[in-house]
């Protein structure tokens, strides 16, 4: 019976090791997908914009430069991507006119960007 309980004991102790290194295995990739997430940014998002993802230089960032909602249906200057002015909304502007987060609207299907984007008079 001794012997028994110890061999119960040792299996025990051996599932802990086993459920401890899954854990462990787990919460390293959790932190490898997180750390994935954050550099890619908001879901849709894409690349950060740079002076070498902006047309090279040509257009301003929208992450530092912002416009209004009437900014960006009236004429455009030459240094505002045309096919991104929803990204030169301020953050709360963003979300009255869209209808949406930024992050909401990154994860939408691009045909269902391009038709929201359309229906606001980005497009």
């Known amino acids: 019976a001794e012997a028994e309980a110890a061999a119960e004991e040792a ?3 051996a599932m802990a090791d086993v459920k401890k290194k ?8 959790a932190v490898r ?6 550099a890619a940014g908001p879901p849709g998002a894409g ?3 740079t002076a070498a993802t902006t047309a090279a230089g040509k ?8 416009m209004t909602y009437a900014e960006l249906t009236g004429q455009l200057p030459a240094d505002i991507d045309p ?4 990204q030169y909304l301020g ?21 269902k960007q391009q038709q929201l984007k359309r229906s606001v008079g980005l497009f």
């Open 59 to 66: 257009y301003k960032d929208p992450l530092s430069h912002s």
């Open 83 to 86: 096919t991104k002015k929803e």
């Open 91 to 111: 953050d709360a502007e963003f979300k009255e006119v869209m209808g949406a987060t930024r992050e909401a609207f990154g994860a939408f299907k691009p045909w």
């Open 11 to 13: 299996a025990a102790a």
């Open 33 to 38: 997908v997180a750390e994935k997430t954050k």
């Open 47 to 49: 690349p950060t914009p």
């Open 22 to 29: 899954e854990m462990a295995e787990a919460e390293a990739e």
